[in-house]
């Protein structure tokens, strides 16, 4: 090991044994710290790193810049460390992008303010890659056709009817033009689930699918889970954390049939693009329909699908 990532676990290893360390105490370690990290091996900062996000009594400016360190070196501590408050993990989520936002959903235990936040932070992503992408296709845009450029004109042709072929047999990693789950929002799905944290899971599928808190806690409703594997599949959501989502919610879909995990059997048994089209009729009826519900003894409206309606999965 080098010289200098031993000076800086020593450094580390020194502050941790301090149960109480002194304001002087604090203010030294920090001015130490930043130094001998930035003249460190990747190892030894991770190293320290980790030994850090167990240990209670950080300098906030210290905690605050080695959650802003890439997402390799910072993930075990803004996913454990106590010396981060809700205003830096908000912060954290907002500024270093969407690992570290992933990052801080991992924690135990998180407020209300900050599930707010990254409920919130899905708007972000979207709009900046759209801006991004902008630009990008129209410089990929084939040009039009005309007699002019006849000498590529045939070649153009061919191009424009492969690009229509593969429209035609859209791979499921094509979600142009679908309503996606963003991984922020994947992120606070699965951590809902596992923790069989129910209102909240409604609050961000709700979220998720742009729709009323009702919608949500309507599909769930549905004892079966088909119609939440149903939205799981339309929105696509992967695979795995799907069923991971399915098992936790149903506790009757982790059972085993000659086998296979009923939820595994549920969920091959669907098909993508007609899941991604019961979504969309559930969010238009859930909008054409919300202003009747405000008041809590409505009753359902005829726009409002059948199988919604009873809370039941009707095949």
């Not at 240990?55 to 890439?70: D, K, L, M, T």
């Not at 010396?83 to 992008?97: E, P, S, V, Y």
């Amino acid at each position: 090991m080098r010289r200098k990532d031993v000076v800086l676990m020593a450094t580390v290893t020194s502050f941790e044994a301090l149960e109480r360390p002194s304001r002087s105490e604090l203010r030294q370690f920090a001015e130490l710290f930043q130094p001998l990290y930035a003249a460190s091996s990747e190892e030894a900062r991770r190293q320290a790193v980790a030994a850090l996000s167990q240990c209670p009594n950080i300098p906030s400016a210290v905690a605050f810049f080695i959650a802003s360190q890439p997402i390799t070196i910072a993930a075990p501590f803004i996913a454990a460390s106590k010396c981060l408050d809700d205003q830096t993990l908000i912060t954290i989520a907002r500024t270093q992008g969407a690992a570290h936002a992933r990052a801080v959903v991992r924690r135990e235990n998180l407020s209300p303010m900050v599930i707010d936040a990254l409920v919130g932070l899905r708007h972000a992503p979207e709009a900046s890659q759209m801006a991004a992408e902008k630009p990008k296709a129209a410089k990929q845009q084939p040009p039009l056709l005309d007699e002019t450029v006849h000498p590529t004109r045939d070649e153009a042709l061919r191009e424009r009817l492969r690009a229509m072929a593969a429209h035609v047999v859209r791979p499921e990693s094509d979600r142009l033009g679908l309503r996606t789950v963003t991984p922020m929002q994947e992120a606070l799905l699965v951590r809902f689930a596992r923790n069989r944290e129910t209102d909240l899971f409604a609050t961000a599928l709700a979220d998720t699918l742009s729709a009323s808190r009702w919608l949500a806690e309507r599909i769930m409703l549905d004892i079966s889970g088909h119609q939440l594997a149903t939205t799981l599949k339309g929105i696509g959501m992967p695979r795995n954390e799907s069923l991971l989502i399915l098992e936790r919610l149903y506790h009757h879909l982790d059972e085993l049939e000659g086998g296979v995990p009923q939820s595994e059997r549920l969920w091959d048994a669907l098909d993508t693009d007609e899941c991604g089209r019961r979504v969309e009729a559930w969010g238009r009826a859930d909008r054409y329909t919300y202003e009747d519900r405000r008041s809590a003894n409505a009753e359902p409206t005829q726009a409002e699908p059948a199988e919604l309606r009873t809370g039941t999965n009707r095949r």
